[in-house]
Nanobody
């Protein structure tokens, strides 16, 4: 089994930055694709970013140029660096991982089997 634990959420003023972390435990390895998703109050779950074993990345249009997804493979930690934050970025952010190895980066939440508990990000104007 695999487990994911997010951290780094909090409150920040518009224009500020936050870095989210997701520690992977158990049978989640560097070859497993991973991603970040979010859900804002009153809205559907939204894709944020994805990364695969080649370090290929994908981003939703809403965060492209502002957010960066990366992995520390030695420590098995996934990161999401968020810059130029906007009030519309306010949401619960979830880390996700695929059960299988070697698949391409994806922004489809149905492609992931393991999910973290979520961490709240609040951006004030």
């Amino acid at each position: 089994q695999g487990q994911l634990v997010e951290s780094g959420g909090g409150s920040v003023q518009a224009g500020g930055s936050l870095r989210l972390s997701c520690a992977a435990f158990g049978y989640i390895y560097r070859a497993n694709r991973m991603g970040w998703f979010r859900q804002a109050p009153g809205k559907e779950r939204e894709s944020v970013a994805g990364i695969d074993f080649r370090a290929t990345t994908k981003y939703s249009d809403s965060v492209k140029g502002r957010f960066t997804i990366s992995k520390d493979n030695a420590k098995n930690i996934l990161y999401l660096q968020m810059n130029s934050l906007k009030p519309e970025d306010t949401a619960v952010y979830y880390c996700a991982a695929d059960r299988y190895w070697g698949r391409d980066a994806s922004l489809d939440f149905n492609a992931f089997e393991y999910w973290g508990q979520g961490t709240q990000v609040t951006v004030s104007s």
